[in-house]
């Protein structure tokens, strides 16, 4: 079946960047779906980070289009999240998932990633 | 553009029903019928329940339900087992963003 896992560092220093990837296993990202980023801060709610197609168009939340880069590697069946200029306000659980594109039908388990000095 | 208001807890015994709403606006919910429902249990990613306001994935057991009137969206949860305590979160479309509800706790009693 098709599961999707997040790698990445899980500590961050303010004002860098946050760099995260996804691997995608039983299926092709370069068959199809848009492939997409949401996070949730400890205790809190989701968001929608933004989200690309397998062809390489994005979306972003507009709340954090200016700090973030979402990327395809369809060689690597990977796509990856760089959000840049980080603060403990991104300290958060980053999942990464299959976008429909109007609903989301498969999550990663999800890495914490914590912005801290 | 706003999150999606959602009750933050509801609850109910075993074998009862119970529905969550999510409210929006003309902008999201009313808007657009790609309303979509996700269950989180703790220290776990959330599940896709229900998607285009009233769709079940393949899986789903049939006692979830979603509907929606206006700006309001709801998921109704008929004959609760224990294991369907867990938050509940909506999703709407909205241009973009996709924007998310705050989250229900679903306490089963």
């Known amino acids: 079946q098709v599961q999707l896992q997040e790698s990445g560092p899980g500590l961050v220093k303010p004002s860098e960047t946050l760099s995260l990837t996804c691997t995608v296993s039983g299926y092709s990202i370069s068959s199809g779906y848009y492939w997409g980023w949401i996070r949730q801060p400890p205790g809190k709610g989701l968001e929608w980070i933004g989200s690309?197609?397998?062809?390489?168009?994005?979306d972003y939340n507009p709340s954090l289009k200016s700090r973030v880069t979402i990327s395809v590697d369809t060689s690597k069946n990977q796509f990856s999240l760089k959000l840049s200029s980080v603060t403990a306000a991104d300290t958060a659980v980053y999942y990464c998932?299959?976008?429909?594109?109007?609903?989301?039908?498969?999550w990663g388990r999800g890495t914490l990633v914590t912005v801290s000095s | 553009q706003s999150a999606l208001t959602q009750p933050r807890s509801v609850s109910g015994s075993p074998g009862q029903s119970v529905t969550i709403s999510c409210t929006g606006t003309?902008?999201?919910?009313?808007?657009?019928?790609?309303v979509s429902w996700y269950q989180q249990h703790p220290g776990k990613a959330p599940k896709l329940m229900i998607y285009?306001?009233?769709k079940r994935p393949s899986g789903v057991p049939d006692r979830f339900s979603g509907s929606k009137s206006g700006n309001t969206a709801s998921l109704t949860i008929s004959g609760l087992q224990a294991e369907d305590e867990a938050d509940y979160y909506c999703?709407?479309?909205?241009?973009?963003?996709?924007?998310f509800g705050g989250g229900t706790k679903l306490t089963v009693l």
């Open positions: 998932v299959r976008d429909d594109p109007w609903y989301f039908d498969l």
């Open positions: 999703c709407s479309y909205a241009g973009s963003p996709r924007v």
């Open positions: 690309i197609y397998h062809s390489g168009g994005t």
């Open positions: 003309s902008s999201d919910v009313g808007g657009y019928n790609y």
């Open positions: 285009d306001v009233s």
